[in-house]
């Protein structure tokens, strides 16, 4: 007979299942406390929200919450981040830390109810932060705008020059 605290947690790790974008299934074995307290510390910086919890309550959850196929990896020490967020970021978070320690690894992840193998998280990893890339968006739109109101500027300013010539051209006629 499940106790009303592991019937809660399942309900809580469900609700982080529906309600996150994409989330990361992990190893955290090898990693010390002053490890883990950096990765927690980076993770909860950028809003994600790193869970370690029993494999059997967060199988019950998945699967409450229509995630298919998390059991596989739901062995041994398992974590899973949550994110709500650029996943790229998540992801480069946990690529960098483990990348530096040699120690944890992926296990896979989901995006968008989708789910990779742990082997695409340094594609992931390496692209540019949503930021970045919306960044890069606006300038492009924002180039030939520029480049017009530029044109409009010089136009506008001989046009102006050439109206002033003439006013001063029509002053000294007529005197």
Do not use: C
């Amino acid at each position: 007979m499940p106790t009303a605290e592991k019937v809660a947690a399942v309900a809580d790790y469900k609700k982080l299942f529906e309600e996150s974008d994409s989330f990361f299934v992990t190893d955290y074995q090898g990693l010390t406390v002053a490890d883990m307290t950096v990765l927690r510390k980076d993770l909860r910086d950028n809003q994600i929200k790193y869970l370690i919890a029993k494999n059997t309550l967060l199988s019950l959850a998945a699967a409450e919450a229509g995630v298919e196929g998390i059991d596989e990896f739901l062995i041994g020490p398992t974590a899973i981040a949550f994110s709500n967020d650029d996943p790229a970021v998540t992801a480069k978070i946990l690529h960098d830390s483990f990348k530096a320690r040699k120690l944890p690894a992926m296990k896979a992840f989901w995006l968008e109810r989708k789910q990779f193998d742990a082997t695409e998280i340094k594609r992931l990893a390496d692209l540019p932060s949503r930021e970045l890339l919306l960044s890069g968006v606006v300038a492009a739109i924002e180039a030939p705008f520029t480049s017009l109101v530029g044109s409009f500027d010089g136009f506008f300013r001989k046009l102006v020059g050439t109206i002033d010539a003439l006013a001063e051209k029509r002053k000294e006629e007529g005197n």
